[in-house]
């Protein structure tokens, strides 16, 4: 199989492997792409919570970028946590040398089980340095309310939000819906030109460790070989939902999804 494309992503990584890095990168090579990493913090947690953080120095961000993308020219990049101010200024200024129009940018705040991933100093620079230089930003209904000072409990309250982060300048907005208590999933599509909703049921599991994290580097990848950002989102959605409909069942907490559903194996490896 030919690969289609090279995807950077700057995240921090999960050593139960659901979420952060090692999601992004399954993620990526499940659907054809050539995963590169820069690695913003190395997490110590499993599918039920987050035991540490240990953050890995912004002057070695910055060289894991900036080194791997002078050799291989990324397609289109994927940012996950990114857990200070320092490191969020360091990742904006490095972007500068990469130059790349197909930044996906997912504001990470809050595991799943509830841990802080940022401080809140970092919440300021994310808005002032991060998310203008973003394509694509796919926030989650509790990072939503943070960054807009709203309260979200109606489909139309996600609208409302989605069209004050357009106002901090960012091109596309994508809020997930599914911290919401319904039947039905709604994830919320908006730039200047259009509204979509994407609209599924509900998948009745806890297993859905690191469906965001998933989510993002779907649709940086499908973006990343050309297909239309829309088109981009309503696969990645697709493509975690099969995840989230095929998980295996590990852990005793949140667990984790089957980020191979989109692969069939040749028969020469099974
Ligand atoms: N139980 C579920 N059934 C179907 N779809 C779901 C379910 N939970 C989440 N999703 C979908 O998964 C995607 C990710 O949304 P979610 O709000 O869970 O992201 P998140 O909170 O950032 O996840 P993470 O735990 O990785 O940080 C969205 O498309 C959402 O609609
Ligand atoms: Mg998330």
């Known amino acids: 199989m030919k690969l289609k494309s090279k995807i950077l992503i700057i995240a921090g990584s999960d050593s139960s492997g659901g979420a952060g890095i090692q999601a992004d990168i399954k993620t990526v ?36 970028i900036l080194f791997t993308c002078k050799d291989i020219r990324p397609n289109a990049i994927k940012i996950g946590m990114l857990h200070s101010s320092q490191v969020i200024e360091t990742v904006s200024n490095a972007l500068k040398k990469v130059k790349s129009s197909k930044i996906v940018l997912d504001p990470v705040m809050v595991a799943k089980g509830g841990a802080r991933l940022i401080d809140k100093s970092a919440i300021k620079t994310l808005k002032d340095k991060l998310i203008k230089k973003a394509y694509l930003i796919t926030p989650n209904i509790p990072e939503a309310e943070v960054l807009t000072k709203t309260k979200i409990k109606t489909t139309e309250d996600m609208v ?40 599924n049921k509900k998948i009745n599991t806890t297993n859905t460790h690191g469906t965001g994290c998933t989510l993002s580097s779907a649709i940086a990848t499908f973006l990343s070989c050309g297909k239309p950002l829309k088109k981009s989102c309503e696969l990645g959605i697709k493509y975690v939902n099969q995840a989230i409909g095929s998980n295996p069942n590990y852990g005793k907490g949140n667990g984790p999804i089957n980020h191979l559903n989109s692969i069939i194996i040749n028969k020469k490896f099974k």
Not at 165 to 182: M, T, Y
Request: charged share 25%; net charge positive.
């Open 29 to 64: 090579t499940a659907l054809g792409g050539y995963a590169m990493t820069a690695i913003t913090a190395v997490t110590v947690q499993n599918t039920r919570g987050v035991d540490s953080v240990i953050p890995i120095k912004p002057k070695d961000i910055r060289n894991q």
């Open 160 to 199: 409302y939000a989605a069209n004050v982060l357009l106002k901090f300048g960012v091109k596309n907005v994508l809020l997930k819906g599914g911290h919401r208590q319904s039947k039905y999933m709604k994830d919320i599509f908006l730039n200047r030109r259009e509204l979509k909703i994407f609209k």
